[in-house]
Structure formats: C-alpha cells, structure tokens
Nanobody
Framework: QVLLVESGGGLVQAGGSLRLSCAAS????????MGWYRQAPGKQRELVAV???????NYADSVKGRFTISRDNTKNTVYLQMNGLKSEDTAVYYC??????????WGQGTQVTVSS
C-alpha cells in the first residue's frame, strides 16, 4: 500500500504563491503517473499537473505558466509550485500516484484557498 502525505496548503491572497508537497512511502520512480489533481466545491476532480512515464509533464491549460511541478527522487517527494494564484484556484488539492498496473493511490488532500 502506498501512503501519500500532502502538505503546504493554506490561505493566500490573489497573486500570491504556495508550494505543495507530496511525500510518498517508498520510491516514486515506480509510478507511471504522479502529480496533482484538484476538486473545487460542486465540481469534478480535475488534473492540475502530473509527471508521466519518462519524465514528461502534463499541465492543465488553466495553470500553464503559473504552476510548476517538480520532484526530488531522493526524498520521494513531488512538489507543486503555484504562483500568481487566482480565486478560481481555490480547491482541495490531491496527490495521485498511479502504478503501471493502473492502481491509483490518492493522498488525503490539502486545502488551498485564494482570497480576492
């Protein structure tokens, strides 16, 4: 079983920055997909930014140029640097780690609230 622990959420003013962290139990190199999703109240969970097999990244159009996903393999941690935050970025942010088998593991989520 994979344990994912997110941290770094909070309350920030529009235009501000936050950095989220997702620490995994064990090597993150085993995951085919690892990254971040978010879910705003009344909306479906949506992709924010992920690492794909081979190290490629995929970003939602709404965050391109503002958010950056990165990772530290030695710490088994993936990060999401969020700059230029907008009120519409308010959501619970979840870390996802998917194995090649397709099994998905989710973190407990961390709340990001952007005040305008």
């Amino acid at each position: 079983q994979v344990l994912l622990v997110e941290s770094g959420g909070g309350l920030v003013q529009a235009g501000g920055s936050l950095r989220l962290s997702c620490a995994a139990s064990g090597s993150i190199l085993r995951f085919a997909v690892m990254g971040w999703y978010r879910q705003a109240p009344g909306k479906q969970r949506e992709l924010v930014a992920v690492f794909l097999s081979g190290g490629a990244t995929n970003y939602a159009d709404s965050v391109k140029g503002r958010f950056t996903i990165s990772r530290d393999n030695t710490k088994n941690t993936v990060y999401l640097q969020m700059n230029g935050l907008k009120s519409e970025d308010t959501a619970v942010y979840y870390c996802l780690a998917s194995l090649l088998s397709g099994v998905q593991n989710w973190g407990q989520g961390t709340q990001v609230t952007v005040s305008s």
